[in-house]
T-cell receptor
Framework: QQQVKQSPQSLIVQKGGISIINCAYE??????FPWYQQFPGKGPALLIA?????SEKKEGRFTISFNKSAKQFSLHIMDSQPGDSATYFC???????????FGQGTELSVKP | DVKVTQSSRYLVKRTGEKVFLECVQD?????MFWYRQDPGLGLRLIYF???????EKGDIPEGYSVSREKKERFSLILESASTNQTSMYLC?????????????FGPGTRLTVL
């Protein structure tokens, strides 16, 4: 019940296209859903996060869509750029609980 | 600029050796975490600590121990390294404040056990 399942494992997108990464969770007590971005040789860094009181959050080209009834959330990267090439992790937690449960990661490659 | 530093970027050890991985944060964060990262498995929590001298097991604690003697420092110890502990190890920290859950990560230590 603590798992977060992420797909796809890898994704290749052309420059200017839309990248979509999906995650599903089981624990209905989760109330914080962040996405982390990791470049080669670096640690992950928070990209964008959402709480379940809204169904969508947008920051620039990055949007999280959240479906509470389906227990799913997704990251959309509009107008994908080669600089977006990185590994993306979704995660979930109970607010204030400290621990994050991470998905398996998606390696995104944006081709010029 | 917030910072989490790890003592080594690359480490090569032999089977059976005792291995120490050090992590230091300069943000006065209460929470600290150790993860291992393996392809296709994501980030798996080994141990975490909510306060000095406190520790709790994560999802994969077997073969590891931790030490937190000072607030800013969290050490991961492999008592007797084995080849299946070859991995990328990531340290992270966060504030203990309700509603604030962002974790800040170090650059990682790639450990190879021969």
């Amino acid at each position: 019940q603590q798992q977060v399942k992420q797909s796809p494992q890898s994704l290749i997108v052309q420059k200017g296209g839309i990248s979509i990464i999906n995650c599903a969770y089981e624990n209905t007590a989760f109330d914080y859903f962040p996405w982390y971005q990791q470049f080669p040789g670096k640690g992950p860094a928070l990209l964008i996060a959402i709480r379940p009181d809204v169904s969508e959050k947008k920051e620039g080209r990055f949007t999280i869509s959240f479906n509470k009834s389906a227990k799913q959330f997704s990251l959309h990267i509009m107008d994908s750029q080669p600089g977006d090439s990185a590994t993306y992790f979704c995660a979930a937690s109970r607010s204030g609980g400290g621990k994050l449960i991470f998905g398996q990661g998606t390696e995104l490659s944006v081709k010029p | 600029d917030v910072k989490v530093t790890q003592s080594s970027r690359y480490l090569v050890k032999r089977t059976g050796e005792k291995v120490f991985l050090e992590c230091v944060q300069d943000m006065d964060h209460e929470n600290m975490f150790w993860y291992r990262q393996d392809p296709g498995l994501g980030l798996r929590l080994i141990y975490f600590s909510y306060d000095v001298k406190m520790k709790e097991k994560g999802d994969i604690p077997e073969g590891y121990s931790v030490s937190r003697e000072k607030k800013e420092r969290f050490s991961l110890i492999l008592e007797s390294a084995s080849t299946n502990q070859t991995s990328m190890y990531l340290c992270a920290s966060s504030k203990r404040e309700f509603g604030y859950d962002e974790q800040f990560f170090g650059p990682g230590t790639r450990l190879t056990v021969l």
